[in-house]
């Protein structure tokens, strides 16, 4: 026999579990892919949010593994590049994924990994990037008003290594431009808002804390 209590109750039980699954999938990012020509990212977006995120050494496995929770839990969307080594691997050559953003840095990362490779090869490459990178780009940027981290580790080798990280930017002399083809460069020359996340490879926490400090104090 069903009575309106019956079906108070399975109306209220319904509710409960959909607020219940609003509740968990809020917390859950949506996954999807994209591409910096030939290099693939993840993308893990949670919600509206003008915050953007990017991990791009794939072998700073502190920093994957902070962002990856840091966007489970607050609102944005990273991009985290699919590879587990620090360099990437175009046609065979290798470059640093943070000096691809200007057709300069591009060119003198191939340069310094590959001078034994033909000027032919490295030129396809470059050119390779260069078709991909403004629609990587307007993917990446965040909107006026925002803000994009990049998320890095070092460790005792790397940190005395200054080529391999922004650190260098920050102590150029001002109206002094050198084109590292870092990921700071298209931000600032788009005026964008770019932070960057570092702490010594293994401590997660530190860095965890770093990201949440962002969210609380940068509005
Ligand atoms: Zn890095």
Do not use: C
Request: hydrophobic fraction near 35%.
């Amino acid at each position: 026999m069903r009575t309106a209590t019956d079906r108070s109750l399975r109306l209220k039980i319904g509710l409960f579990v959909l607020s219940l699954f609003v509740a968990l999938s809020a917390d859950t990012p949506v996954e999807s892919t994209t591409s910096f020509g030939p290099i693939e990212f993840t993308v893990l977006r949670n919600g509206e949010s003008d915050r953007r995120y990017i991990w791009l050494h794939g072998d700073e496995k502190t920093a994957e593994k902070a962002l990856k929770k840091h966007i489970a839990r607050y609102q944005g969307t990273a991009f985290l590049i699919r590879n587990h080594e620090r360099i990437i691997r175009i046609d065979g050559l290798r470059l640093d994924p943070n000096r691809i953003f200007t057709p300069d840095g591009t060119s003198k990362t191939l340069m310094k990994y590959h001078p034994e490779a033909s000027r032919k090869k490295r030129e396809a490459i470059v050119e390779l990037l260069n078709e991909g990178r403004e629609n990587f780009l307007r993917q990446l940027s965040p909107p006026e008003g925002g803000l994009l981290v990049a998320v890095h580790n070092n460790s005792r080798g790397y940190s005395l290594d200054s080529e391999l990280h922004d650190a260098d930017d920050f102590t150029e002399k001002p109206g002094v431009t050198k084109y590292h083809g870092s990921l700071s460069e298209p931000m600032g020359k788009q005026g964008r808002r770019y932070v960057n996340v570092e702490v010594r490879l293994g401590r997660l926490k530190q860095q965890r804390r770093m990201l949440a400090y962002l969210e609380e104090h940068l509005p």
